[in-house]
């Protein structure tokens, strides 16, 4: 079934790899025009993640444009309300409409217990992974009900939004807010046929799952552990024999819950976890 969201338009932050420029792909694939965000640059001094670059977002407008669709883009960090809105608000200008916002923006940082996780890595894991959920929707809904046509707004959580695990508590409780937030904008949009849904990974293959420290976390036991080591103890995670699932496995679920068939769908929790949550 193809232009599945044929001549809407999707707003997606944390778009200039990984699952963003994959939902920003897969959504263009199926017809829609763009408009893509992304910080570019590190947001935390304690990541073992390498941040987006400015040529990665470039790259996913490239990769949209020769899919014959168009792309707005834009440098943002989603903790800034006022940068978001201006990129929200210069993307519907030149696109014409809104009718998808994907909050898919995140970061992984730290790697303590709790009890001895450092501020800074809490208030910045706070301010991207749960108020920045929070802000981009905040920019975008006054342009889907300006719209009149109703909408669709995927926010990402994760398996660790419904269930937790040791030594990401602070994850954990952004992705937990992330489902809250989606159930009160839901309860709150559904008069005005708007539709709010997540999803939930389990471990995706993207520069944020498959480093060098979150390797380590995994396979503690070993001194350079690889993809293959890490593989061992992912896969228990799960009841599917995987370690992990491909970023366009999230994309399918998005472009599912941003199209037609999922009409009646809202205040959802969409797992795609390979059977994360059976264990």
Same mark, same amino acid.
């Given at each position: 079934m193809a232009g599945r969201?044929?001549?809407?338009?999707?707003f997606i932050t944390g778009a200039a790899r990984g699952q963003g420029?994959? &939902?920003? /792909?897969?959504?263009?694939?199926? $017809?829609?025009?763009?408009?893509?965000?992304?910080?570019?640059?590190?947001?935390?001094?304690?990541?073992?993640?390498?941040?987006s670059t400015p040529d990665d977002l470039a790259e996913t407008a490239d990769l949209v444009k020769?899919?014959?669709?168009?792309?707005?883009?834009?440098?943002v960090d989603v903790r800034d309300f006022d940068a978001l809105k201006s990129a929200v608000d210069s993307g519907v200008e030149q696109l014409g409409r809104l009718d998808i916002v994907v909050a898919n923006a995140g970061i992984g940082n730290g790697g303590d217990t709790l009890d001895k996780t450092k501020e800074s890595d809490w208030d910045d894991m706070i301010g991207v992974n749960l108020s920045g959920v929070w802000k981009t929707v905040k920019a975008?809904?006054? &342009?889907? /009900?300006?719209?009149?046509?109703? $909408?669709?707004?995927?926010l990402t959580s994760s398996v660790g939004g419904l269930k937790a695990y040791p030594n990401t508590g602070h994850y954990i409780a952004a992705k937990h807010g992330v489902i809250g937030l989606m159930r009160s904008f839901a309860v709150e949009l559904g008069q005005h046929s708007i539709r709010v849904n997540?999803?939930?990974?389990?471990?995706?293959?993207?520069?944020?799952?498959?480093?060098?420290?979150?390797?380590?976390?995994?396979?503690?036991?070993l001194e350079n552990p690889g993809p293959d080591d890490m593989a061992v103890v992912a896969q228990l995670m799960h009841v599917l024999p995987v370690g992990w699932v491909e970023p366009v496995d999230i994309s399918n679920a998005v472009l599912f819950l941003a199209s037609e068939e999922a009409r009646y769908i809202t205040g959802l929790p969409v797992t795609v976890d390979a059977g994360s949550m059976l264990k």
């Open positions: 969201v044929e001549g809407k338009v999707a420029r994959s &939902h920003a /792909l897969r959504l263009a694939q199926e $017809g829609a025009d763009i408009i893509a965000v992304d910080v570019c640059r590190p947001v935390t001094d304690t990541s073992a993640i390498p941040a020769g899919l014959n669709r168009r792309i707005v883009t834009a440098e975008a809904v006054p &342009h889907l /009900l300006s719209g009149g046509r109703g $909408g669709s707004i995927v997540s999803v939930c990974p389990t471990n995706v293959n993207t520069p944020m799952f498959m480093n060098e420290g979150t390797m380590k976390l995994f396979r503690p036991d």
